[in-house]
């Protein structure tokens, strides 16, 4: 207790502790908003699909990026085809705040 009356009596500390509540803010607003963008209609496997439509068109970052995640099969304007992807790690991707939406990739597609 002492240690955090010692933060909040020097501007340091309040500084910090400000900049440790934003990020946890942040944050939590991720983990909230991540599931909104996965789409319905994935199939019920495990390995999927997936089209990753992004607000810009994706950089070689953002390949490298997706590429932890599964296969990068070529990209489509603002949008990114990743193969193989875990269906667990669906929201671990809507979580980059520049991913717009997440869909199931149509075969043939």
């Known amino acids: 207790m002492k240690l955090v009356r010692a933060a ?7 500084i910090l502790l400000g900049l ?3 990020w946890l803010l942040w944050q939590a607003w991720l983990a909230l908003h991540a599931p909104s963008k996965v789409a319905d209609g994935f199939p019920d496997r495990q390995r999927v699909n997936a089209l ?3 607000p810009f068109i994706p950089e070689r970052f953002h390949i ?5 995640f599964g296969r990068v099969s070529g990209t ?3 949008s990114v085809e990743v193969r193989n992807i875990d269906k667990n790690q669906l929201n671990a991707i809507a979580r980059y ?3 717009s939406r997440i869909e199931p990739l149509q075969p043939g597609g």
């Open 8 to 14: 909040l009596d020097s501007r340091r500390g309040r």
């Open 76 to 78: 489509d304007g603002n």
């Open 97 to 99: 705040y520049w991913v």
């Open 52 to 54: 990753i439509t992004l």
């Open 64 to 68: 490298l990026i997706f590429q932890r």
């Open 20 to 22: 440790l509540l934003a």
